[in-house]
């Protein structure tokens, strides 16, 4: 989804609609202000800019064009009708704005470009055999076979000199044909394709080249320089004004995915009927006496088709989304038809007749005007993470407009949704009901020329209750984690007498939570609080000093409270006891240590317990040897011992290190000589 904004009531936060929110602090607000805000629901008969206002836009026909999977191409004749040049078995329809037939047949694959030529007739580009056709009369004949062509891209026609030129592949050339159908080569690009052709008011011919996005201008046969290296894979379309600026889109797209793509020796692949479902990056450029001037630069769709308006402004259709989008001088931005297909592969938008035709499924949108009484604008779905109810919708606006809503618990809207609300043309509190999802829809039926650019809803969410879900503690005499090293390890004393708690939380409505903490003895079911009351701990640890507490097995208790983000009957608390904390801060005792015939005895008692190793070395070097109690088990405070030591110490006297630990880590040192 696009981004919208999210205000606090406090501040203003950006964040992108996800299914879960970033913050959930009191009151919150969807506020849709700017261009992109407005963006990714549905568009019928209205626009929107980039400065981030929607007004009505062009109100589209539709007529199915149920002979064709994808539209390439198209041409309004005189008498008003349009003719389709699509990617099925290589027809060409006819439109007569309430239906769509066959008019002819050429047996390609691919009718790639239509355009008038010679005496009035249609000539129509093909693929994959190179072949140009020539519609007249209602009839359809082979025009010419270009040799060495496989991919007949673009065509333009000079009415000046009576010179239809053509855009091939694979071999990267612009070839000149005359009225006979004699082809010469006007100019042959190092690269493999010309995807793009047009011809200016002085007969300067352009090209745009692939796999190499490069325009070209030739002046004359085999003259020609490049107006502009894109550095993308595709110079898709070139339109030519009668003061001779020229706009040219280029695209980024994956090789093979769009357009052709040929290794050395091979033929290129040819491209699929149907338009790709792969996206590319799409980018709109001017070149005004050479000069050139980015006015549209897409991250997230590719170009597909490009043509002049009435008003003298580029138009771009895209690939992905099917938008139709136009451009001014200052860069401003305008979304003026977002249609049901995937992409609008050809427009025409000068003159009596303007059309909108459209791929997957073929559509041809007749442009019926600007505005209208059914054009509306309908927001994204808007997410507010937890099911929430909402409160007034407010908006700016010139003009009246009528504002609806509706919502529901599914991320698309569906026929659990509730219907679209009572139309009010004033500020309102939301009639729909409470629910995860919502959306708005705008009508611009009584005041075409109204121009919306704000929407707010204050909404409040459902109170979910975090859980605490896990509790530890660190370090000190924890016995929820052993203090005990690997026998024979080196001789470290524990870290003194402070335990670092650490606990883990869910908390599915991201409320800031403050927590107590409580401790109580084994035995007892008194809870102590850790925290002075006037501390509001906020953070998922906490150190515990526990060198003035009397030694013994304590529990502590965490309380999570979202008291911080809500009023008080909207609190919810929960809270979680953890395992058995040891807290033993002093070392054991070791009495009666003695070696009689090799054999070591003794006795270690500790104040909490249990003890946890007895090991003894040669004093001085790095051999420790463990051995158990006499009893076998380490379980009890106090623990005897007895070790045969002939296998440890060498024959005659030795000085002898043992060294005794409980599980609290805590550790004595005994030294005894061996006789």
Request: hydrophobic fraction near 35%.
């Amino acid at each position: 989804m696009k981004i919208a904004s999210l205000r606090t009531a406090a501040s203003a936060l950006a964040l992108a609609f996800v299914p879960s929110v970033a913050f959930a602090v009191g009151t919150r607000t969807f506020e849709l202000q700017k261009g992109e805000d407005f963006k990714g629901g549905d568009l019928k008969g209205v626009a929107i800019d980039s400065s981030g206002k929607v007004r009505a836009g062009f109100t589209l026909g539709q007529t199915p064009a149920t002979d064709a999977s994808s539209i390439w191409a198209t041409l309004v004749q005189k008498d008003g009708s349009v003719l389709l040049g699509t990617g099925n078995e290589g027809k060409i329809l006819v439109s007569d704005g309430a239906t769509v037939k066959v008019a002819a047949e050429t047996g390609a694959l691919v009718v790639t470009s239509l355009v008038e030529g010679f005496g009035g007739a249609v000539f129509a580009g093909t693929l994959p055999d190179g072949e140009i056709w020539k519609y007249q009369g209602g009839k359809v004949a082979k025009f010419v076979k270009l040799e060495g062509v496989e991919h007949v891209w673009s065509l333009a026609y000079d009415a000046k000199n009576k010179a239809l030129f053509a855009g091939t592949g694979p071999e990267g050339k612009v070839l000149r044909i005359d009225e006979k159908g004699t082809a010469q080569t006007f100019y042959d690009a190092p690269e493999q394709h010309i995807m793009s052709v047009a011809v200016g008011p002085d007969g300067v011919v352009y090209a745009g080249a692939s796999d190499k996005a490069k325009l070209y201008r030739i002046a004359a046969p085999g003259r020609a320089t490049v107006v502009h290296d894109f550095g993308r894979t595709e110079v898709r379309g070139i339109a030519v004004t009668d003061k001779g600026v020229v706009y040219a889109i280029a695209n980024e797209v994956k090789p093979g995915s769009y357009t052709p793509s040929r290794k050395s020796g091979t033929s290129p692949s040819t491209p699929a009927q149907k338009p790709p479902k792969t996206s590319g990056k799409g980018t709109l450029y001017r070149f005004e006496n050479g000069v050139p001037e980015q006015l549209l630069d897409d991250k997230d769709e590719h170009y597909t088709s490009l043509a002049l308006g009435d008003d003298g402004k580029p138009y771009v259709g895209t690939g992905v989304e099917g938008r139709v989008y136009t451009v001014d001088d200052n860069h401003n931005q305008v979304l003026v038809a977002d249609t049901e297909e995937r992409q609008v592969g050809a427009l025409v938008l000068r003159g009596g007749k303007r059309v909108v035709a459209a791929s997957d499924p073929a559509v041809v949108h007749a442009v019926k005007g600007v505005g209208g009484p059914d054009a509306y604008w309908t927001s994204k779905v808007l997410d507010a993470g937890l099911r929430a109810h909402f409160g007034r919708l407010d908006w700016v606006a010139t003009g009246a407009l009528e504002f609806s809503t509706r919502t529901g618990n599914t991320q698309e809207p569906d026929e659990t949704w509730s219907g679209w609300s009572n139309p009010t043309g004033a500020p309102a509190e939301v009639a729909s009901p409470a629910a995860r999802f919502l959306q708005v829809r705008a009508r611009f039926a009584k005041d075409p020329n109204a121009t919306l650019t704000s929407v707010t809803i204050p909404f409040v969410t459902d109170n979910l209750r975090a859980l605490v879900t896990d509790l530890d503690a660190e370090g000190g005499s924890s016995s929820l984690q052993t203090g005990v090293e690997a026998s024979g390890g080196p001789l470290t004393k524990k870290s003194g007498t402070s335990l670092t708690l650490k606990w883990k939380v869910e908390n599915p409505d991201k409320d800031e939570l403050r927590y107590r903490l409580e401790y109580r003895q084994v035995g007892t079911n008194t809870w102590y609080d850790l925290l002075d009351p006037r501390e509001t701990l906020t953070k998922t640890t906490y150190s515990w000093e526990t060198s003035d507490l009397p030694e013994g097995r304590y529990k502590v208790r965490v309380v999570a409270s979202d008291e911080i983000s809500n009023p008080p009957d909207r609190v919810r608390r929960h809270e979680f006891e953890s395992g058995v904390i040891l807290v033993d801060n002093t070392p054991p005792v070791v009495e009666g240590v003695d070696v009689v015939q090799r054999r070591l005895r003794g006795t270690a008692t500790d104040g909490v317990g249990p003890i946890a190793r007895i090991e003894a070395s040669v004093t001085g070097s790095d051999r420790w040897v463990p051995f158990f109690p006499r009893d076998g088990v380490f379980d009890e405070p106090r623990e005897e011992f007895e070790a045969d030591l002939s296998a440890l110490v060498p024959a005659g006297p030795a000085p002898l290190t043992v060294r005794v630990y409980d599980r609290a880590g805590n550790f004595v040192v005994r030294n005894v000589l061996v006789k």
